[in-house]
């Protein structure tokens, strides 16, 4: 059984097993193709996955559990009783060991239709700007007219700007910025001008640093806020949660805008190898992305690239001051997993696409096949937590945090 947070792939989205419980009732889910019929027995050859439907999730009481973790930065919190599924058949979390491999989803889920806005979005749209401005209820005609194109539905360029505000923007509760690089604003020009369409033309500033920043105000802010992002320190950054069950054109427009802000292609000629980056000091949030790129059937392994620390920095007054330093990771995706993100991801800007993209045309060799496969790095207790199970009654089996389970 899972603590209510796993997220399970199913026809709404990443949607965790606890409001899965809650909902009640029968739902599509995503199992992997290697999982057994009835659940026993070693795993099936191939990849990829099946849409099954499941009776129900349900509550199963609150027990011990334990803390999986997996050295590709995969975790997932359970019962140490609850079966996994590893090149062997099925095995106990609890009596799991380090270096031992589980496996893991191998080919794309599902994801929503509804391309309407979440409620608390539409309520800004429509309720918010209506009385904006104005007394007793009544707005100003000129604040309805600054926000008349606000966005109602979920689209790639709404999942852009989400995924570049993330990367390379800030949220306060009185407005909300954009920062580019004097080439990414000329170069993807669509982009500011797509925000100004939505949220009026904002304030535009040259930086020092030779970049523009590209602010509005507070009621774009509550917009971004209504769709599930905080205001929060690098540190504490994560995936807002109207992502996890956005279309996929939304998720994939994220993805695009996230890496195109914060992420890197790097080519090593020795090796004659590149993968793609994507660097944070937030762990939380490499780990939300890894799932929504693994719901794309896209692996990323995430690595710890540097330890928390002290280090001498500019104090702005001309001299160096020592400050602390918050660790450093890094999302990678190297081999097929690097080639299937140039295919259905991608960067926006055309100087990375392309230089993606010519090292995979002139490359000597082809790709290297990485399985999807898991490796554990530490299984710990973690107390004791409400948990819960569903029902698959085909394989199962399903998929909790991207690692395939047996269920009840």
Avoid: M
Avoid at 105 to 121: C, T, V, W
Avoid at 282 to 309: T, Y
């Amino acid at each position: 059984c899972f603590v209510g947070s796993t997220r399970i792939p199913t026809e709404r989205g990443l949607v965790p097993i606890e409001e899965l419980a809650r909902e009640g009732g029968s739902f599509y889910l995503v199992t992997d193709n290697r999982a057994p019929f009835g659940g026993r027995g070693a795993p099936l050859p191939g990849h990829g996955t099946a849409v099954r439907k499941a009776v129900r999730a349900f509550f199963t009481g609150v027990k011990p559990v334990v803390r999986l973790r997996t050295r590709e930065g995969l975790e997932v919190t359970l019962t140490p009783d609850h079966l996994l599924l590893t090149p062997e058949g099925y095995r106990e979390a609890g009596k799991l060991r380090p270096g031992e491999k589980i496996l893991v989803q191998s080919g794309e889920g599902l994801f929503p239709k509804e391309e309407s806005l979440p409620a608390q979005a539409l309520a800004v749209v429509h309720e918010r700007v209506a009385t904006a401005g104005g007394r007793g209820g009544r707005g100003r005609a000129d604040v309805r007219a600054q926000y008349r194109n606000l966005p109602t539905r979920w689209s790639r360029e709404l999942g852009v700007a989400l995924g570049w505000l993330l990367g390379d923007g800030y949220l306060r509760e009185d407005g909300v910025g954009f920062y580019f690089s004097r080439k990414d604003f000329a170069d993807l020009a669509w982009l500011p001008d797509l925000l100004r369409d939505w949220f009026g033309q904002g304030t535009l500033q040259e930086t020092r640093s030779d970049t523009f920043h590209l602010h509005f105000n507070r009621i774009p802010a509550e917009f971004f806020q209504a769709l599930g992002l905080k205001a929060a320190r690098a540190t504490e950054k994560r995936v807002p949660e109207s992502l996890f069950r956005a279309p996929r054109e939304a998720v994939v427009g994220f993805l695009q805008g996230l890496f195109s802000a914060d992420g890197s292609v790097q080519i090593n000629e020795k090796k004659q190898d590149a993968t793609i980056r994507l660097a944070s000091s937030s762990l939380a949030l490499l780990q939300d992305v890894q799932l929504l790129l693994l719901n794309l059937g896209i692996l990323g392994k995430i690595h710890k690239r540097r330890e928390a620390a002290r280090k001498a920095l500019p104090d702005g007054k001309g001299a160096l001051r020592e400050y602390p330093v918050a660790p450093q990771y890094e999302l990678i995706l190297g081999g097929e997993n690097r080639d299937r993100f140039a295919e259905v991801v991608g960067f926006l800007q055309e100087e990375k696409q392309s230089k993606l993209l010519a090292f995979l045309r002139h490359r000597p060799r082809g790709s290297y096949r990485k399985p999807f496969l898991a490796t554990v790095a530490s299984v710990e207790p973690a107390g004791e937590a409400p948990v819960y199970d569903l029902t698959e009654p085909v394989t199962h089996s399903l998929i909790a945090n991207g690692l395939v389970a047996h269920n009840c």
